[in-house]
């Protein structure tokens, strides 16, 4: 996917016409991939842009607190400057306002498209502990299990990071491999084989992630798997809010 420079809206040529091609080029491409059910790393990299321009526009004398942490500190002290310089251009402060206003317009309606067909999806995860949970539900495995009938193994490691004073929960997986279940194959002598063979786990908490779709699976089903795990788990397992 060809990406939006972090600070395309400022840089170059301050031209409204300019700029609204170069925006609605990567929409379009953006678009595209919604049209085909494939939300990542598209809708993220749409929402990061938004969040730049909604920074510039309300946020201007803080950049350096309000900016994404994709910013470097180079990138930063040049918008302060064009908005230092420009603060005696009315023209081009005008043009620049007219780029960011319509952007961010344009770039919340896809959003809103892409957010429809995210929640269409979480809404069809049906999340399930596999077995007995045990106390320390930090590192385990989940099975990732769509329409076809395959199910995928995962690792995950859970970790807690913090941003601006407030606790986030982040997941780490690593393809593990692909079962087909059948009556021998059941979630529970899955369960058991992976203890068996990879014995630095011998008690693991282990998820059923389950949908009826369809859909790109790295694309689509395993982020917002991920994120609807690590909600899951925070919401339900032992100790969750420890």
């Given at each position: 996917?060809?990406?939006l420079?972090?600070?395309?809206?400022?840089?170059?040529?301050?031209?409204?016409?300019?700029?609204?091609?170069?925006?609605?080029?990567?929409?379009?491409?953006?678009?595209?991939?919604?049209?085909?059910?494939?939300?990542?790393?598209q809708?993220?990299?749409?929402?990061?842009?938004?969040?730049?321009?909604?920074?510039?526009?309300?946020?201007?004398k803080?950049?350096?607190?309000?900016?994404?942490?994709?910013?470097?500190?180079?990138?930063?002290?040049?918008?302060?400057?064009?908005?230092?310089?420009?603060?005696?251009?009315?023209?081009?402060?005008?043009?620049?306002?007219?780029?960011i206003?319509?952007s961010?317009?344009?770039?919340?309606?896809?959003?809103?498209?892409?957010?429809?067909?995210?929640?269409?999806?979480?809404?069809?995860?049906?999340?399930?502990?596999?077995?007995?949970?045990?106390?320390?539900?930090?590192?385990?495995?989940?099975?990732?299990?769509?329409?076809?009938?395959?199910?995928?193994?995962?690792?995950?490691?859970?970790?807690?990071?913090?941003?601006?004073?407030?606790?986030?929960r982040?997941?780490?997986t690593?393809?593990i491999?692909?079962?087909?279940?059948?009556?021998?194959?059941?979630?529970?002598?899955?369960?058991?084989a992976?203890?068996?063979?990879?014995?630095?786990?011998?008690?693991?908490?282990?998820?059923?992630?389950?949908?009826?779709?369809?859909?790109?699976?790295?694309e689509?089903?395993?982020?917002?798997?991920?994120?609807?795990?690590?909600r899951?788990?925070?919401?339900?397992?032992?100790?969750?809010?420890?």
């Amino acid at each position: 996917m060809k990406s939006l420079s972090q600070t395309w809206f400022a840089d170059g040529y301050i031209d409204f016409e300019l700029k609204k091609y170069t925006l609605l080029a990567y929409l379009q491409e953006i678009n595209g991939c919604f049209n085909q059910n494939k939300l990542y790393p598209q809708l993220a990299d749409l929402i990061f842009h938004y969040n730049n321009l909604v920074a510039f526009r309300e946020n201007k004398k803080y950049l350096q607190e309000q900016f994404p942490k994709r910013l470097t500190g180079v990138q930063i002290q040049q918008l302060q400057v064009l908005y230092e310089s420009m603060i005696e251009d009315d023209s081009m402060m005008s043009e620049l306002q007219a780029i960011i206003n319509y952007s961010a317009h344009k770039m919340k309606t896809t959003i809103s498209s892409g957010t429809e067909i995210y929640e269409f999806v979480e809404d069809k995860l049906n999340i399930e502990p596999i077995g007995l949970v045990p106390l320390d539900h930090s590192e385990g495995y989940f099975f990732l299990c769509e329409g076809k009938g395959n199910t995928r193994v995962y690792q995950y490691r859970l970790s807690i990071f913090e941003k601006h004073d407030e606790k986030y929960r982040s997941i780490k997986t690593d393809f593990i491999d692909t079962w087909q279940r059948t009556m021998a194959n059941s979630y529970q002598n899955i369960k058991a084989a992976l203890i068996r063979n990879r014995g630095f786990m011998p008690n693991p908490a282990v998820y059923a992630v389950e949908t009826p779709l369809s859909l790109p699976i790295e694309e689509t089903l395993l982020p917002i798997a991920k994120r609807s795990l690590v909600r899951y788990i925070t919401q339900n397992a032992p100790n969750a809010g420890c």
